[in-house]
């Protein structure tokens, strides 16, 4: 058979099982653009790259596939770039393909022309420049690959113009690329017995666990172990929804923003079983004095992670989920009624502060109201900044893959992209985006690619009208010097909305602003609604920045 | 001749224009000190041999389970006892001692 490169490419994704793709054609991705019109594949367009990035993002954070984004090159590649690096820091698996000049004019300097392949190689898990239409019957397949691979990540391929214009003849089609099995990475009896010994003569153990739990789908297994041994947990914000919120045994997220309580409680630990995690700065706090009274057991898929901030007293490097199905049925059942009770007077010394205003424009009620009213199925994104740590906190995650954010990059701008993928992938579930005034504008173009699809998606504006994190931080850090953190001009979000075809809801307006808020998530359809909320309020506690968990301010 | 402050990492790497840049980034935007490259193609030019010389110091681990992520690499050995020599010249060349 014959086929274009384009053909070729469209074809091999077609295969993949990709069934949406979001981007924004331009001159040098015509020729794909053009094979789409023969594609089952459906296109989104977006209005900015950026947004068919985290659009990818959101398909593939919500259901473990591969998300797929197009862009053209020069600006369409660079756009892209923050959304890759995103994924590269969350291991989240994309392929972005992105167009490029002709091979020949590469290095003149030609219209649209940027190093794109040299541009995303810090924050690719892998890239390729592709040189001919053949090269793309092995290295669409690879991509597919590697973005799966152990520790998930995105992959970039770079295609030419004339790569996507040369015909060629061939055989067959290539087989799709899919994961390596996590087994191909085995855990030894020895290994899980050490672990299990370990385990059994721990007087206060906790479990650290985080995005790898959720990439491995160990949920469960995690529960297990926690429930037969009587382990508490805490969990990074990458790991939000793999535990039941409601279990004494969750001690929540852990680190800057974690509770009192449960950085305290990890002050006492003996030993930290660290499972699908990196010991993140944002986690850890000073990472010398984390847990400095436990034996570290790490686990991860990732081995350069072992040993790269902080050493382990015994590691294991496997996927966290074969580690739990061999360690599980080793572990003896134990109830720790000794250590949870240190626990739960730990509680009781450092409870959770009540809010400073607690009336509806406070943020920590506007969170517990929303989870009250949302589905039980309802998917939650968040964008970057103090209404993201406020959900991290308050928000009671129902499962893992339910709670999209920005973890490792803290992109502003993530979370409406992200809830219209999520959407996407998942009709009949309502995504609800929490975003902030100042989140939101750095996507909200993405409106009109939200009214084009008209789909299940609520966007929560908490309106401070502030940077809240930088005026946090400018308040606590700088003596209350404020500078460039208030928003002189705030547009009228709902009026806004309504300028894209959207229903705009503005709560200041709303004589039952609960009502309002109720009819925007449950009813059918996009809502865009504008929240205002204390500018003043703090996210409490805070670890300061370099500080060890245990000198934590506020709440 | 050993070494104890330096050590060589040698790979075998599949051979195309970008696997320099994607070895030479990941040293850089690591930090880690990378003090020499001995680069070349062997075989029929779809591998090259590739020798690091690297500092042998608490980072060395953490290198080489970073370089042995990268897609490109074939086989990754660290050589405690390098054959200095290796780098002597190019030391000589670099110092003006000796012509290229």
């Known amino acids: 058979m014959k086929h274009t490169g384009a053909e070729i490419l469209v074809r091999l994704l077609e295969r993949q099982g990709v069934d949406v793709i979001a981007g924004v054609p331009g001159g040098s991705n015509l020729p794909i653009y053009h094979a789409l019109n023969k594609s089952s594949i459906r296109h989104v367009l977006t209005r900015h790259e950026q947004g068919a990035g985290f659009i990818a993002q959101g398909i593939a954070r919500s259901t473990g596939k591969v998300g797929v984004c197009f862009a053209s090159s020069g600006p369409g590649a660079t756009n892209l770039v923050t959304a890759i690096a995103d994924a590269k820091l969350d291991s989240v698996p994309i392929i972005a393909v992105t167009g490029q000049v002709a091979f020949p004019m590469i290095g003149t300097d030609a219209f649209q022309e940027v190093d794109t392949y040299g541009m995303t190689i810090p924050i690719t898990k892998h890239n390729f420049l592709v040189r001919s239409a053949k090269e793309l019957l092995t290295v669409v397949p690879e991509s597919f690959r590697v973005a799966l691979s152990g520790r998930p990540g995105p992959v970039v391929i770079d295609v030419p113009k004339n790569v996507q214009n040369e015909s060629i003849e061939f055989d067959d089609w290539p087989e799709p690329g899919k994961a390596d099995p996590v087994e191909s990475i085995p855990v030894s009896d020895a290994d899980a017995a050490k672990i299990a010994g370990m385990i059994r003569d721990a007087k206060r153990p906790v479990i650290y666990a985080g995005g790898g739990i959720i990439h491995s789908g160990a949920s469960e297994k995690l529960r297990e172990l926690a429930e037969k041994n009587g382990i508490p947990l805490t969990w990074t914000l990458m790991g939000a929804g793999i535990y039941p919120a409601d279990d004494p045994k969750n001690l929540g997220m852990l680190g800057m923003h974690g509770s009192r309580a449960t950085n305290i409680a990890m002050r006492e630990a003996d030993l930290l079983l660290a499972l699908g995690v990196r010991f993140d700065d944002r986690a850890t706090g000073d990472v010398k004095r984390f847990c400095e009274n436990a034996k570290i057991v790490h686990v991860d898929i990732d081995r350069s992670e072992i040993g790269k901030n902080r050493k382990a007293d015994f590691f294991v490097h496997a996927d966290a989920g074969v580690l739990l199905d061999k360690l599980v049925p080793l572990v003896g059942k134990n109830d720790r009624a000794e250590w949870l009770a240190r626990i739960g007077e730990i509680r009781r010394e450092h409870p959770v502060r009540l809010p400073r205003n607690p009336d509806s424009r406070n943020p920590l009620e506007l969170i517990r109201l929303i989870a009250e009213i949302a589905p039980e199925d309802a998917i939650i994104t968040t964008d970057v900044g103090q209404h993201q740590m406020w959900a991290a906190q308050a928000y009671p995650v129902k499962g893992p893959r339910m709670f999209l954010t920005s973890g490792g990059l803290g992109t502003m701008g993530f979370g409406f992209p992200a809830a219209i993928g999520a959407a996407i992938a998942n009709p009949g579930k309502r995504v609800i985006c929490l975003s902030g005034d100042g989140s939101i504008q750095m996507n909200i173009q993405e409106m009109a690619t939200l009214a084009d699809l008209g789909l299940d998606v609520t966007v929560i504006v908490m309106n401070n009208e502030h940077l809240g994190l930088v005026r946090q931080q400018q308040e606590l850090f700088y003596n209350g010097t404020y500078i460039a953190s208030k928003f002189v001009t705030n547009p009228d979000f709902a009026a806004i909305a309504r300028g894209y075809h959207l229903r705009g809801v503005d709560l200041r307006a709303e004589k039952d602003p609960v009502a309002a808020l109720r009819r925007s998530i449950l009813e059918a359809g996009p809502w865009i609604v504008d929240a205002p909320i204390h500018s003043a309020e703090n996210v409490f506690p805070m670890v300061p920045p370099g500080a060890s968990n245990e000198q934590m301010i506020g709440g | ?100």
């Open chain 2, 1 to 100: 001749m050993a070494n104890l402050v330096n050590t060589v990492i040698a790979l075998r790497v599949k051979n195309h224009p970008g696997v320099m840049s994607h070895i030479t980034g990941l040293f850089a935007r690591r930090n880690f000190n990378l003090e020499g490259i001995l680069c070349g193609p062997t075989g029929d030019g779809s591998e090259s041999r590739m020798f690091l010389l690297v500092n042998n110091d608490e980072r060395l681990d953490q290198i080489v389970q970073q370089v042995s992520k990268l897609y490109d690499i074939i086989e990754i050995k660290v050589e405690e006892d390098y054959d200095r020599t290796l780098f002597l010249k190019i030391e000589d060349i670099l110092s003006g001692v000796k012509q290229c």
